[in-house]
């Protein structure tokens, strides 16, 4: 099976633009989750989705907005830009009620 | 609310030599712990998990985990390490209260593994 998948890998953008990154999760796995990664905050979840429903949410301000497609691909935007949504973003799958999350290889996202 | 403590930044081991990275853990209910490795600029690569059952976990390259309920603990080992070992271990954990409902994951701040010839 093909991993997760996550485009694009590499992005720059300019504070005050918004982003959208996009997720393909392990076929039949109907779970995602979005994790931000930065080097003074860590890992952090962003949210979780399931079967096109946001079932989670981590404590991000709202200009961090997700969806979900009827075929599991996910994409998340941020609006508004800041220099610091400059990070990692990490995208992860898992079967319904699965216990393990598979990553993608993530998408950097630099903000200018 | 669940957490992680990861209290080492680095380990420092020479090829061939045990390597133990450490991780504790705080969750209402059964935890499910898991352990991932991640190289420079790549995402994260699961090496195991502890879900129930025998305490010591098997996992990926030849790495293992002790869970121990009464310490609240689940350190990585593996017996013989390897140059190529080197990266960046993080531990998770999710409350098995949350199964089938979400998935979230609590990550520990990360320890990063330095093995030297």
């Known amino acids: 099976k093909a991993g997760v998948t996550q485009t694009p890998r590499y992005l720059i953008k300019t504070r005050g633009q918004q982003v959208t990154l996009s997720c393909s999760p392990i076929?039949?796995?109907?779970?995602v989750s979005w994790y931000q990664q930065t080097p003074g905050q860590g890992l952090q979840f962003l949210f979780e989705y399931f079967s096109e429903t946001q079932r989670n949410k981590g404590n991000f301000p709202g200009r961090f907005s997700g969806r979900q497609f009827s075929n599991s691909r996910s994409e998340m935007n941020v609006s508004t830009l800041e220099l610091g949504d400059s990070a990692l973003y990490l995208c992860?799958?898992?079967?319904?009620?699965?216990?393990?999350?598979?990553f993608g290889p993530g998408t950097r996202l630099t903000v200018l | 609310a669940q957490s992680v403590a990861q209290p080492e930044d680095q380990v420092n081991v020479a090829e061939g030599n045990p390597l133990t990275v450490k991780c504790t853990y705080s969750v209402s209910g059964n935890p499910y712990l898991f352990w991932y490795v991640q190289y420079p600029n790549r995402g994260l690569q699961f090496l195991l998990k502890y879900i129930t059952g025998d305490n010591l976990v098997k996992g990926s390259y030849g790495f293992e985990a002790e869970f121990n309920k009464s310490q609240t603990s689940f350190h990585l080992k593996k017996p013989s390490a390897l140059v190529s070992d080197s990266a960046l271990y993080f531990c998770?954990?999710?409350?098995?209260?949350?199964?089938?409902?979400?998935?979230?994951?609590?990550f520990g701040t990360g320890t990063r593994l330095q093995v030297t010839l």
């Open positions: 998770a954990v999710r409350t098995a209260l949350d199964t089938g409902t979400a998935s979230k994951l609590t």
């Open positions: 076929s039949g796995h109907r779970s």
């Open positions: 992860a799958s898992s079967l319904a009620g699965g216990i393990g999350q598979f």
